[in-house]
């Protein structure tokens, strides 16, 4: 019974005492993966990386041969094999979804461990708090970035530049203060007013002056489109606020 034969590849990967490429790893578990047998061939030092790219022609490694034929880095290596290969460019709603899923989430366990039940009234006050405190975080990483990427749609930003750098401390303040469910005479102002003129600035852009944005909610390096994710962020606010203002008369 004659045995299938075995399909070889062949992986060149920068692996240093400094540096592994994570690329290699990835491409060698590609193929693995795949079914294939690989020869890996590590590439220990600058000099012999370097080497090997004047030799091939190339400019990065990691580098693939299958049956001898160069198939180029991970990216090459996944458009062989028909895996897609993800555009760093492409709008997405992934960051803004992770937010929302893992603070919902978070809101329930924080239910559960107080009142020994996940559906609580409360959970839904720490759902949208919750939230604010880890989109105030995704911003405070770079408030430079955040606050360039938001002078382009907010309107007060616009008429007085230093509430872009102000507004990502604004809204942790609010939601730490809604998440204790203290000082409500300040937060209930704070989110009543940064996300009252969020919510005017992004219908602005983009209902009215029909603007291409990229939002700001998530920080500065995402590419998440202005429009609805950015609107229902602010009116979670205000909603918060006039909910916990009659709450507390």
């Given amino acids: 019974m004659s045995s299938l034969p075995t399909r070889t590849a062949t992986l060149y990967r920068m692996v240093t005492d400094t540096h592994v490429c994570p690329y290699g790893l990835k491409a060698r578990h590609l193929l693995r993966q795949a079914g294939y047998t690989v020869e890996d061939r590590p590439l220990t030092t600058r000099e012999a990386t370097d080497r090997f790219k004047a030799e091939h022609g190339v400019t990065t490694t990691p580098q693939v041969f299958i049956a001898g034929e160069r198939v180029g880095g991970y990216d090459d290596l996944r458009r062989r094999l028909g895996r897609t290969v993800p555009d760093p460019k492409a709008v997405s709603y992934r960051p803004v979804a992770a937010v929302f899923c893992m603070t919902a989430l978070m809101a329930l366990a924080a239910s559960q461990a107080a009142y020994g039940t996940p559906l609580t009234v409360r959970a839904g006050e720490w759902f949208i708090a919750f939230s604010m405190c880890v989109l105030a975080i995704l911003k405070l990483q770079n408030v430079e970035t955040f606050s360039s990427m938001f ?53 602005k852009a983009v209902y009215l002056d029909r603007r291409e944005l990229t939002c700001a909610c998530v920080g500065g390096g995402s590419n998440v489109p202005l429009g609805f994710v950015s609107l229902t962020e602010n009116l979670m606010m205000v909603a918060m606020a006039v909910w916990m203002a009659a709450m507390a008369l």
């Fill in 151 to 203: 002078l382009g749609y907010d309107l007060l930003a616009r008429t007085w530049v230093p509430y872009a750098s102000i507004y990502p401390y604004a809204e942790a303040l609010a939601g730490l203060l809604m998440a204790a469910g203290v000082l409500t005479w300040l937060s209930v102002p704070v989110a009543l007013v940064i996300g009252g003129i969020g919510a005017v600035s992004v219908f």
